[in-house]
């Protein structure tokens, strides 16, 4: 192997470790005195990635309500929304998936 391809190919890796590092820094818990609330979004308004993994940013939701997109809410607040938490989101998300 010559030295531009072993360059090329641990500059890959790098860059590979970086995202797998951001994408877990996305599933991070919430901050302090917040919660991940699914399935109250409305479309282009949730907060980071969904648990189906058709995306990984905020504000790309596509459609209202979806229960595999979440945002931020004050804690307790989430099921006073009609919201899910991630583990209601995943069974929903699990039934989708087996239908």
Known sequence: MNQRQLL???LASLL?????SMA???DMDAP????KCFGIVKAGQNSCAN???THSCAGEAQTDNSPVEWKLV???TCAKLGG???EQAKAALAKAGSK
């Open 8 to 10: 090329s190919s641990a």
């Open 16 to 20: 590979a470790a970086a995202s797998v």
């Open 24 to 26: 877990q820094a996305h």
């Open 32 to 35: 302090k005195g917040k919660e």
């Open 51 to 53: 648990l189906s993994g």
């Open 74 to 76: 004050a804690k307790g």
């Open 84 to 86: 899910l938490t991630i």
